[in-house]
C-alpha cells in the first residue's frame, strides 16, 4: 500500500471555497487515476470528481460548474477546487488512487470538509 497525502479540508460558510489535494507518498512513476469520493453519516459513499493520466476528468452532476478536479502529473498530484459551496456539501473527502488500469484503489485518511453559516 502507498500511504497518500492529503491536505485542505475544514470550514466554510455556504458560498465560499475551499481546495483539496492529494498525493501518494513514495517514488511512483504515473498514477492512472485519482479521484474523490465523499460521504455523510448514514449514507454510501458517493463519487465527487476523477482525474486520469491522459487528461480527462470526470465530475458529477451535483459539483459539475462549481467544482474543478486537476491534476500535476510531474507531481502525481490531484487537486479539488469547491467554489459555491453549500450545506449538501458537507461530507468527508476521501482522495483515492488507481496506480494502473484497474489496480485495487488505494484510500486515503478521509478530510472533513464542513459548510456552514
Known amino acids: 500500500q502507498v500511504p497518500l497525502v492529503e491536505s485542505g479540508g475544514g470550514s466554510v460558510q455556504p458560498g465560499g471555497s475551499m481546495s483539496l489535494s492529494c498525493a501518494p507518498s513514495?517514488?511512483?512513476?504515473?498514477?492512472?487515476?485519482m479521484g474523490w469520493y465523499r460521504q455523510v453519516p448514514g449514507k454510501e459513499r458517493e463519487l465527487v470528481a476523477i482525474?486520469?493520466?491522459?487528461?480527462?476528468?470526470h465530475l458529477e452532476d451535483s459539483v459539475k460548474g462549481r467544482f474543478v478536479i486537476s491534476r500535476d502529473n510531474a507531481l502525481n498530484t490531484a487537486y479539488l477546487q469547491m467554489n459555491n459551496l453549500r450545506p449538501e456539501d458537507a461530507a468527508t473527502y476521501y482522495c483515492?488512487?488507481?496506480?494502473?488500469?484497474?489496480?485495487?484503489?488505494?484510500w486515503g485518511q478521509g478530510i472533513q470538509v464542513t459548510v456552514s453559516s
Open positions: 483515492y488512487v488507481e496506480l494502473t488500469f484497474g489496480a485495487p484503489r488505494i
Open positions: 482525474t486520469f493520466d491522459a487528461g480527462s476528468t
Open positions: 513514495g517514488m511512483i512513476f504515473r498514477v492512472f487515476a
